[in-house]
């Protein structure tokens, strides 16, 4: 028993020292010292011996115990020191590399015009709404009085989802008089600038999808002089406060009476010249009343409540003001281009 207590702690202690982790380790100690352990079952040998070996034995037992214990102890206490200094030298930080780059962006210049709008109509009181590109026909047609059969319905004009013609990319932002009409407390004074979507050929004043926004006043006794007074004073505040303004009667189905309002042409000063396509007048929105059957469609009643509505082109209005000189350039995304505002 002696010898057999003499091998184990020689080759334990062995062991212990080459180790490579403390996973191995560990399981060298259940191999040693565990309860199914070389050494466990040389003590289970021990109730063999006579009562006068018994206690020598028991004692040497012991010690070999012990020695093996402190050599887990101390293997241990490599490994671990051995892995710290592993980990430092993995995660050391080399203060001499060069830091990356942090490439800021900006706003894209047709939100920079936006936001420019925004703020003005804020300064007047207007709350912001924004509103679904998928629509129904029913808010973009229907409740704003374009009935079955109206041009602007036809399937070359607008991008339907079904067959039945009720699911939609919105062609106009005015759906959204309606549903702020329908949710909203009187009185209402919002805009609502988005995407819109109509069948269009791609050229240097076209596009497919393009931006509005959309404006709505909704109040007892509201007249189409605070529409124009408001109008006025909007455009004095975008195109400067020397710009002359022109309404001219036209028609929309949601609004009466209707009318379109144009600047007069600030590069020419109205003779006319190629920025205005010899006009003498550049077209910046469409507006009316608010009519008395779309009041009445949102559930508000004509008799007691008026309104003006408006919509205007976002990508014009950003063309004319950073002077772009073609619509495409706005949606290419060439960085040459961005970088430049
Ligand atoms: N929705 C109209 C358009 O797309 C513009 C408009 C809005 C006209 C509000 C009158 C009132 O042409």
Redesign the pocket.
């Known amino acids: 028993m002696k010898e057999q207590l003499a091998k184990i702690r020689s080759e334990a202690l062995a062991a212990f020292g080459q180790a490579q982790s403390a996973a191995e380790l560990d399981s060298l100690r259940v191999q040693y010292l565990g309860k199914k352990g070389e050494l466990t079952a040389v003590l289970k040998m021990m109730g063999k011996l006579s009562a006068e070996e018994r206690p020598a034995m028991g004692q040497l037992a012991n010690e070999v115990r012990s020695a093996l214990e402190a050599a887990i102890e101390a293997a241990s206490g490599k490994l671990e020191a051995q892995a710290l200094e592993q980990r430092l030298k993995d995660e050391a930080v080399d203060v001499t590399i060069p830091g990356r780059e942090v490439k800021l962006g900006h706003k894209h210049p047709m939100y920079l015009a936006l936001d420019e709008i925004k703020d003005i109509f804020i300064g007047m009181g207007f709350t912001v709404l924004d509103g679904p590109e998928v629509e129904l026909a029913e808010y973009n047609f229907d409740k704003l009085n374009a009935e079955e059969g109206h041009p602007s319905r036809d399937w070359s004009d607008t991008f339907y989802f079904d067959e039945d013609s009720r699911v939609m990319l919105r ?4 759906p959204m ?1 309606v549903r702020a009409m329908e949710t909203m407390e009187l009185p209402i004074r919002i805009i609502a600038p988005g995407r ?1 979507y109509r069948k269009d050929e791609v050229d240097a004043t076209h596009s497919p999808m393009f931006h ?1 926004i ?2 709505l006043v909704v109040d007892k006794g509201v007249t189409m002089a605070d529409l124009k007074g408001t109008l006025n004073a909007v455009i004095k505040k975008i195109y400067g406060p020397a710009s002359v303004t022109r309404f001219r009667p036209h028609h ?1 189905p ?2 009466e009476p ?1 009318c379109e309002v144009d600047i007069q042409c600030h590069k020419c000063g109205g003779k006319g010249c190629p920025t205005c396509k010899g006009e003498g007048w550049i077209e910046v ?4 009343m608010v009519h008395p059957k779309v009041l009445r469609n949102c559930g508000i009643d004509p008799d007691e409540y008026s309104g003006f ?3 205007m082109g976002l990508e014009r209005f950003a063309m004319g003001h950073f002077k772009i000189s073609d619509l495409r350039l706005i949606f290419e995304n060439d960085e040459r281009f961005l970088q430049q505002f």
């Open positions: 062609s106009q932002t005015s008089q819109v509005q959309e404006g929309f949601f609004t209707s929105l469409g507006a009316g509505a408006f919509g």
